[in-house]
């Protein structure tokens, strides 16, 4: 019930589903436009063409829920591609929300700025894959990792609180992905491996979830540079 009680730090963590999700949720399904990448477990990586409610309307909609929300979750698609994203950010802090983000890390000066100005009090940033296969996962020949790193690298700073999650998929992902994400991603405060769940959303055909024992054989390749591995979705 969206109207329950939340409690920190769980709505900082895994209970997204609990959160009133902004670009999403709030949104009828017609006014989704998917983005052609991989729907990660958690969110469809789908952006509205326009919004349904606008920024008063929205608002509005939060002060009636104080009390009773927690905080926000902004995901998407991407949120950082809104350039009106952090002056609202600001006005949901002011109603006195905690702010988790959801980002792909592609765009590392955006997500600096708004994590240094005390925007976002959570970060989780998705890693599709290890550098090797980052491209192949995401669907984007030639993709350019650069931002990608600095994402990751400011993150391993531990300026915010933050997470990094892989959705994990059969097809994408074998030992040597999970072995080299370790090496990447070494120290991290957390890490989540994602069980893929096939969906509507996901633009390529004839993927599919890895079994319960692959994702524990990968959790434990990880846990000797991250210790704090966890595996969701089973």
């Known amino acids: 019930d969206s109207d329950s009680a939340l409690e920190l730090p769980d709505v900082l963590d895994d209970a997204d589903e609990e959160l009133l999700v902004l670009w999403e949720e709030l949104l009828p399904e017609d ?5 052609p990448e991989l729907a990660e477990e958690d969110e469809a990586d789908v952006l509205p063409e326009e919004p349904a409610l606008d920024e008063d309307e929205l608002l ?9 929300l927690d905080g926000v979750a902004v995901t998407g698609g991407e949120p950082l591609l809104r350039p009106e994203l952090p002056a609202l950010l600001e006005k949901i802090k002011a109603l006195g929300y905690a702010i988790k983000l959801d980002t792909n890390g592609a765009f590392p000066e955006q997500l600096e700025a708004v994590v240094r100005a005390g925007l976002a009090d959570y970060v989780a940033m998705d890693i599709k894959n290890s550098p090797a296969r980052y491209a192949e996962t995401a669907g984007v020949p030639g993709l350019a990792l650069t931002p990608i790193f600095r994402s990751v690298s400011f993150l391993l700073r531990a300026t915010v609180d933050y997470e990094f999650r892989t959705t994990a998929v059969a097809e994408l992902h074998d030992d040597a992905s999970f072995v080299q994400l370790g090496d990447w991603l070494m120290g991290a405060k957390r890490y989540f491996i994602q069980c893929f769940q096939p969906r509507e959303t996901v633009l390529r055909a004839g993927l599919s979830a890895p079994s319960e024992m692959q994702l524990h054989c990968w959790a434990e390749l990880v846990r000797p540079k991250i ?6 979705g089973i």
């Not at 006014?31 to 983005?35: A, F, H, V």
């Not at 509005?60 to 009773?68: E, I, P």
């Not at 210790?227 to 969701?232: K, N």
Request: charged share 35%; hydrophobic share 50%.
């Open 31 to 35: 006014e989704l436009l998917e983005l």
């Open 60 to 68: 509005a909609f939060l002060k009636k829920r104080q009390g009773l």
């Open 227 to 232: 210790p704090a591995v966890e595996i969701r």
